[in-house]
């Protein structure tokens, strides 16, 4: 028993310093070598404007969109690589494509992607993918309000021709997931401690819908009781929206999730992280002192670029590999 216990102690302590370490190695290094800011300047130089009006004409001033976008394009990296494999619409009545898997069900924003791709084709056919569109306009929906680009998105991200269901569940952490389950996914991904928390901050914006934490309120141990690590009068308010089996949606930051800032950061130390994968990064010493120093809007915005740079270079597809897709529905 002290063996295991010490084996788990060191196991983990190894995993956060890889975790730590990793972060150097892979900023660039092992990933989207061949991603570059410039890829469209002379084959589709009108693209990327195309695709901010169309993101801003109908983002408007909040991080609605945003939210949308950003966990589209999260849900994407994570699955494959950012391959635009999200958006691949299942081609037989057999084929259970990434878009049907549970996580994926509440994913909305098509539309914009539908009408960015529509007015790119009629500029530059076939020229721009719908992996570098999503990653465009998750980035220039949540800068919309800011008036400058919150993040650098370098190009030429090709598209996937594979997308299946049982990817998406493998990868994709669910939100009663705890600290070390997270890390090693996350590490698994070629992202470290930092990027965990960092991207977390996504939760900043957005909405979730009840059924999501429905056993973290109502039945946490499974005898009708309420995870004692949150907040009780937060529980109480969330509750109020959210009552047993309800199927509707709260605010991922109270009163503040249309905005993308820190206060997601603020909401964590005093307990209020919606989920318990929100609640689990205060848990850890490392990830607990980097949601501290978050407190500072100026330093997570700063890592939050950094980290999502690293996120859409995951596993892309450049060169030869993979398509531009003409419809990002279908295959060509
Ligand atoms: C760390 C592990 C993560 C877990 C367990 C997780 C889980 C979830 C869940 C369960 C929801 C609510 C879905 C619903 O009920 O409709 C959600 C929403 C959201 N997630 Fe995450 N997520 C994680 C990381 C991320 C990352 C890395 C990003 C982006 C960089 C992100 C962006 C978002 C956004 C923006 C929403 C709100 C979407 C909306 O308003 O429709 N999440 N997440």
Request: aromatic share 8%; proline share 3%; with cysteine.
């Amino acid at each position: 028993m002290k063996i295991n216990t010490s084996f788990l102690l060191f196991a983990t302590v190894l995993v956060v310093l890889i975790g730590t370490l990793s972060f150097e190695v892979c900023d660039g290094a092992l990933y989207g070598k061949a991603l570059k800011l410039k890829f469209y300047e002379k084959t589709c130089p009108e693209a990327q404007q195309i695709i901010k009006t169309v993101v801003e004409d109908n983002a408007g001033f909040d991080a609605f969109l945003g939210a949308l976008l950003l966990r589209m394009h999260y849900h994407d990296c994570f699955v494959r690589g950012c391959d635009g494999s999200i958006l691949l619409d299942p081609t037989s009545k057999t084929e259970q494509v990434e878009l049907q898997a549970e996580p994926n069900l509440s994913l909305l924003g098509f539309d914009v992607i539908d009408e960015i791709k529509t007015q790119v084709e009629a500029a530059c056919p076939q020229t721009v993918s719908c992996a570098d569109i999503v990653a465009l306009a998750a980035r220039d929906a949540i800068s919309a309000p800011f008036g400058r680009q919150m993040w650098k998105v370098p190009l030429g991200r090709r598209d996937g021709r594979v997308s299946r269901a049982s990817d998406a569940i493998a990868n994709l952490p669910s939100a009663s997931s705890n600290f070390s389950a997270l890390l090693q996914l996350f590490v698994h991904k070629g992202l470290n401690l930092i990027d965990l928390v960092a991207l977390s901050g996504a939760h900043t914006v957005g909405v979730a819908h009840c059924g999501t934490i429905s056993r973290r309120l109502f039945n946490f141990t499974g005898k009708g009781d309420t995870d004692p690590s949150i907040d009780p009068t937060y529980a109480e308010s969330v509750k109020a929206h959210c009552s047993v089996n309800s199927k509707n949606i709260v605010e991922m930051d109270p009163k503040s999730s249309f905005s993308f800032d820190n206060h997601y950061y603020k909401n964590l130390i005093q307990k209020r992280g919606l989920f318990e994968s929100d609640a689990s990064l205060v848990t850890n010493p490392f990830s607990a002192k980097l949601v501290n120093q978050f407190q500072n809007a100026d330093a997570f915005f700063a890592q939050f670029a950094k980290s999502m740079k690293k996120m859409g270079a995951m596993d892309v597809l450049t060169g030869n590999q993979g398509e531009i897709r003409k419809n990002c529905h279908l295959r060509n």
